[in-house]
């Protein structure tokens, strides 16, 4: 008989989207990041991407002090795969935004494979009242925003991050994006297995849907063969049955309250590790079995967690 497929799940823990009126499940503090971390690696997540926040007033941040108070605590605590974020601001410069990946050499880190018009600033509208000041305008100003990932950006932050042997998770939030990754991995500065996140259902990306999803799998299988590994990181309600439908693909899945709230339809997680869990259920019913942490080391070709520099 043929073995069940490992599937990799990946917690997006915190994100730099969601604001703390939002839900109150939403992790800012460091205590609560590396709790809700801790217990989503338990609940069976073998890869943690991690964000930070102001621990005062739960904006997004990305100074890497506000990384360092969690990462030890994680690493000290799990075998999970540490995957720290080269996004974290729509208006940062490049160099900026993998200074804590620079700092802290994990195994992993995200590289967004193309520029777009990132925007949420629809939330807006939903809240009447604000636990903290700057999240009204925060929300409304990514209307705004260009969110640039130039070749220039993608070239910069590769020759910066790759010598330390750090993986890419290539974010890829349209088709277009798949060609970015090609030339620039022609051009060699990305080694194989190359690990495509398809980014769904963000405004400014491409829909998620069935077909959609489709279509960047038969691309990607056309562009790099059998070079790469691939996840589905569906935003909003679509989170869950997007994410079991990749895993019956052959795909990987990624949940967290980074990239929705909600547990069901109309109900608010109450924490990372209930996403986790609800997916490792179905996906498991379904006959997959969840990858470890090694397992997903061993299919993603990552470095090892004795060689971070946290």
Known sequence: MA?????????????????????????YTYEQITEQAIAAAEAG??????????????APSINPDDFAPFLARIKQATDAVVNISTGGSLTASIQDRIAPAKQFKPEMCSMNMGSLNFSFHGLAARYKEWKFDWEKAYIEGSEGNIFRNTFKDIKEAAE??????????????????????????????????????FVMG?????????????????????????DYRWSVLAAGAVQIPMAVTA??????VRVGLEDSLFISRGELAESNAA???????????LGNTVATPDDARELLGLKGGDKVNF
């Open 247 to 252: 895993s019956q693909m052959g795909g990987h």
């Open 45 to 58: 997540a073998s890869i943690l991407h991690l964000h930070a926040r102001d621990p005062e007033t739960g």
């Open 160 to 197: 910066t991050l790759a010598p330390d042997q750090i993986k890419f998770e290539h974010e890829i939030y349209d088709v277009g994006h798949l060609y970015n990754l090609k030339a620039m991995a022609d051009a060699g500065h990305f080694k194989a297995p190359i690990f495509l996140q």
């Open 275 to 285: 996403q986790v869990s609800k997916v490792r259920r179905i996906i498991e019913d």
């Open 3 to 27: 073995r069940h497929p490992k599937t990799i799940i990946t917690c997006a823990v915190t994100g730099a989207i969601h604001t703390p009126t939002m839900s109150d499940a939403l992790p």
């Open 202 to 226: 963000i405004m400014g990306g491409i829909g998620a849907d069935v077909e959609n999803l489709v279509f960047m799998k038969r691309t990607a299988d056309k562009l790099f063969g059998a």
